[in-house]
């Protein structure tokens, strides 16, 4: 490789630099537009897609999930520049298990190496003071990956800036099997079915702890729920952008949010018909 000259070298990371604060300054201004409007308090993403990146670019199946953790940060950047309090990330679901192998092996170890840089002092978690949760069947992890996320929900109980829900060996009706139980178990002793009221269900939901997400985003023009969320979506603004997961961008979550916003009236007003 050639090696370039260190003025050349300089100039060009300072050019990139200057291209760097233009793009913050203008997103900027962006979000201060969006912001005379209504803001989601909660935006969900389903990343769908990442195979079919890789094949696109005839790389490994792996290759196309890595390509899809920078996007997912840049994704939370925006969110969080926004002023958006939840972000919900369909991380991996409990069907995702009966995946090849390698290819799970290869995910967990991602998941791993993900959730272990989010202890470190420096990690975008305390930078921004996001309280991260696990969502999901958390049984079905490896110890090691469990302890990593059981380890981050602990650090970070204290945050309370925004919140990150970090949906993994999750489903939806999974989540909804163990609220029914967690209901009954409470009730135990107490024959009386009749008892068990929805507050109930809904108070054991482990995605209790947000509010019902108001948009969510599936990539890779899927317009299937997935079993994702499915209690929570009833009045959900959905929207499914043909990007394949590691294209996602800018444009398409503020285009999300300016169907949102066209829409926000007539949501509000069937919340409260409700
Ligand atoms: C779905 O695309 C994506 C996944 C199952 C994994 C998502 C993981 C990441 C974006 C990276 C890491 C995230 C964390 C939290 C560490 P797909 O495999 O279904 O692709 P396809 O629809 O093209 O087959
Ligand atoms: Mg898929």
């Known amino acids: ?14 050019i990139s630099q200057l291209v760097e604060q233009i793009c913050g300054f203008s997103r900027k201004c962006l979000f ?10 909660h935006l969900a993403f389903i990343m769908d897609g990442n195979r079919r990146y890789a094949k696109k670019l005839g790389l490994e199946v792996g290759s196309g999930h890595k390509a899809g953790f920078p996007a997912l ?11 958006i309090k939840y972000v919900t990330i369909y991380a991996f679901s409990i069907d995702n298990f009966n995946r090849r192998p390698e290819e799970v092996q290869y995910l967990m170890e991602l998941m791993l190496e993900k959730i272990k840089s989010l202890l ?21 992890l490896s110890d090691q990956v469990r302890a990593a996320a059981e380890e981050v929900m602990k650090v970070t109980a204290k945050n309370s800036k925004v919140v990150l829900l970090v949906c993994v060996a999750y489903n939806s009706t999974d989540e909804i099997l163990q609220a ?16 068990i009221q929805l507050v ?3 108070g054991n939901m482990q995605m209790s702890v947000a509010p019902d997400p108001d948009i969510l985003i599936r990539s890779s023009g899927e ?10 979506t009833g009045n959900t603004q959905l929207f499914s952008p043909d990007a394949l997961w590691p294209e996602i961008g800018l444009r398409h979550l503020v285009w999300a949010i300016l169907n949102f916003q066209r829409s926000h009236s007539y949501l509000e007003k069937k919340k409260k018909q409700l």
């Not at 490789?1 to 300072?14: A, D, K, W, Y």
């Not at 969006?34 to 803001?39: F, H």
């Not at 940060?73 to 002023?83: A, T, V």
């Open 120 to 140: 470190e002092k420096e990690s975008f978690a305390h930078e921004y003071g996001i309280r991260v949760y696990f969502i999901g069947n958390l049984a079905l």
């Open 180 to 195: 029914v139980k967690k209901s009954c178990m409470n009730k135990l002793g107490d024959r009386d079915v009749e008892r």
């Open 200 to 202: 109930d269900i809904e």
């Open 32 to 41: 201060r537009v969006l912001s005379m409007g209504p803001l989601p308090i």
């Open 223 to 232: 317009t299937r729920l997935s079993n994702f969320l499915l209690w929570q």
């Open 1 to 14: 490789m050639v090696e370039l000259p260190g003025q050349i070298r300089r100039m060009s990371g300072g």
């Open 73 to 83: 940060m840049s994704m939370l950047q925006y969110c969080y520049e926004l002023g």
